[in-house]
């Protein structure tokens, strides 16, 4: 069992930044990977960004490649998502998920609100 949290969401002006935060509890040695996914209104959700839990190897969905950036602190077992220039497209409530070795993803946070104003 692994339980999410995610934060850092909220109201920004166009061209502003956030940085998102999701924190793992519970089975940490369990997940192979941390994912980053995002739903917009009346949209499919739709994927992000995924960090691998030891090795740190990143990927971004193309959309989103030069703005969104993955870190993390593994002492408190977080990875956070930094967005940079942030567009009203950007508008969605941004999802964490675990994936595990045999690449479902299977936890799931509840979400946080972005919402980017022109």
């Known amino acids: 069992q692994v339980q999410l949290v995610e934060s850092g969401g909220g109201l920004v002006q166009a061209g502003g930044s956030l940085r998102l935060s999701c924190a793992a509890s519970?089975?940490?040695?369990?997940?192979?990977?941390m994912g980053w996914f995002r739903q917009a209104p009346g949209k499919e959700r739709e994927f992000v960004a995924r960090v691998t839990w030891i090795t740190g190897i990143t990927n971004y969905a193309d959309s989103v490649k030069g703005r969104f950036a993955i870190s993390g602190d593994s002492a408190k077992n977080t990875k956070y998502l930094q967005i940079d220039n942030l567009t009203p497209e950007d508008t969605a409530v941004y999802y964490c998920a675990v994936q595990n070795p045999g690449r479902q993803y299977v936890y799931w946070g509840r979400g946080t609100q972005v919402t980017v104003s022109s």
């Open positions: 519970g089975r940490t040695s369990s997940i192979y990977a």
